[in-house]
């Protein structure tokens, strides 16, 4: 099953402004969106993001995503040390009948 | 409350079974679809399988189409993963996690357990 592309690096420094994609097709990303999961080395992964641009409970306000197309994207300004982590976009793929994940892309915060 | 924890992860021969489990507690665990989700070491994401909160649809990854059978028991509030004709490139972490829908397609993965690390080799 084909998933989702995301770049596999992104780094920026300290307080800046970091802007993850992720690329699907009319299947998926276009049809109801992506969702945005934050991952740190040896834990689960946490939702950050769903229904394009709602957080849940505790996420910080510094995050915001958003769709153009078949691309989403997730933006996290003033960036902070924690940010540093694994950021995975998933989708449900209707022609699939399958959740579809991208590969992932490691921020580093420098 | 809100917690999932998996189990029944371990070391198991090419070609064996096992079978994963999820406790679901803090939630009405029969209110929600629930997904198995693996990470092989030091990989990506992928997803597995997909249960319906009645258990009457099911959806399965074409790498595991055939060899894994997810099922749940709405009274115990478990959730399971049956694999068999296990390969090398089963080896992961599995975790369960509970899906929040909105319609079909529509949904996101909210809550995770910790994983279960599965190994499979001789």
């Known amino acids: 099953q084909a998933g989702l592309t995301q770049p596999p690096s992104v780094s920026k420094g300290l307080r800046q402004t970091a802007t993850l994609t992720c690329t699907g097709n009319?299947?998926?990303?276009?049809?109801?969106?992506a969702t945005w999961l934050q991952q740190h080395q040896g834990h689960p992964p946490k939702l950050l993001s769903y229904?394009?641009?709602n957080r849940p409970s505790g996420i910080s306000e510094r995050l915001s995503a958003s769709r153009s197309g078949n691309t989403a994207s997730l933006t996290i300004t003033g960036l902070q040390p924690e940010d540093e982590a694994d950021y995975y976009c998933?989708?449900?793929?209707?022609?699939?009948?399958?959740?579809?994940f991208g590969g992932g892309t490691k921020l580093t915060v420098l | 409350e809100v917690q999932l924890v998996e189990s029944g992860g371990g070391l198991v021969q090419p070609g064996g079974s096992l079978r994963l489990s999820c406790a679901a507690s803090?939630?009405?665990?029969?209110?929600?679809?629930m997904n198995w989700v693996r990470q092989a070491p030091g990989k990506g994401l992928e997803w597995v399988s997909y249960?319906?909160?009645?258990?009457?649809?099911?959806h399965y990854a074409d790498s595991v189409k055939g060899r894994f059978t997810i099922s749940r028991d709405n009274v115990k509030n478990s959730l399971y993963l049956q694999m068999n004709s296990l390969r090398a490139e089963d080896t992961a972490v599995y975790y369960c996690?509970?899906?929040?829908?909105w319609g079909l397609g529509d949904g996101a993965f909210d809550i995770w357990g910790q994983g279960t690390m599965v190994t499979v080799s001789s």
């Open positions: 998933s989708a449900w793929d209707s022609s699939l009948s399958a959740w579809v």
């Open positions: 009319s299947n998926n990303v276009g049809n109801q969106g």
């Open positions: 229904r394009n641009n």
């Open positions: 803090g939630f009405t665990f029969s209110s929600y679809e």
């Open positions: 249960i319906s909160s009645s258990g009457s649809t099911i």
């Open positions: 996690a509970r899906e929040v829908n």
